[in-house]
Structure formats: structure tokens, C-alpha cells
């Protein structure tokens, strides 16, 4: 397992901050979060249709569409640290116990 820290703009676009997970390389990371994306996003999807036919519930506060999450993230969307140094290939091999961190490529003050 590796763990993978998300940060900035890129965390709120992708919908969570953390994952652990299995992969070979930096490829197979980008693989599995947008995989978790995928699944996330419609078991969400799945709530709301459920929640708008509650007799119980009265308002559904709509989601931001600028905030929908992506169906897929590659290794263009981020800056990728691999145990705090800078990853610049995408095939880079990862190992058991790892940390990769995501960040986003552009920052706000």
C-alpha cells in the first residue's frame, strides 16, 4: 500500500485529500484515483435520488457544477512528489510503504 496526500485546488476538484492504495507506479495511482472518483461520484448521485423521493426531506442544497468532480485525473494535473522529492516521469516505480503527494500546478495567496 501507498499512501497519497492531496492538496489545494486539486483536492476540491478530486473530492477527497487522502487515499491508500496499491500500485506499481505513479500511472497506477492517477488509475485508482480516478477509479475512486468514478465511484464516489455516483454512490453521491445514488443518495440524492434517494434523498428527492424522502416525503421527509424538504430542500436539497444543489452542488456547485464548477465543483463536479472529473471523470478522470492524469499526471498533467498535478505535481507529483514521490517521499518528498519532486517525480517528473510518470512511469516512476513506487514501493510498498510510499508517500505520494499531489499538488496542484497553480497556487492563491
Do not use: H
Amino acid at each position: 500500500m501507498v499512501k497519497v496526500k492531496i492538496f489545494g485546488v486539486l483536492r476540491t476538484t478530486i473530492g477527497f485529500g487522502y487515499l491508500e492504495l496499491d500500485a506499481k507506479n505513479v500511472l497506477d495511482v492517477f488509475a485508482e484515483i480516478s477509479k475512486t472518483m468514478e465511484t464516489r461520484y455516483y454512490e453521491e448521485q445514488k443518495k440524492l435520488e434517494e434523498m428527492k423521493n424522502d416525503p421527509n426531506v424538504k430542500y436539497i442544497k444543489p452542488k456547485n457544477p464548477a465543483l463536479e468532480p472529473q471523470k478522470e485525473i492524469t499526471f498533467s494535473d498535478a505535481i507529483v512528489y514521490v517521499n518528498g522529492e519532486r517525480c517528473l516521469k510518470k512511469k516512476m516505480k513506487i514501493f510498498e510503504g510510499d508517500e505520494i503527494w499531489l499538488l496542484s500546478p497553480a497556487a492563491g495567496g
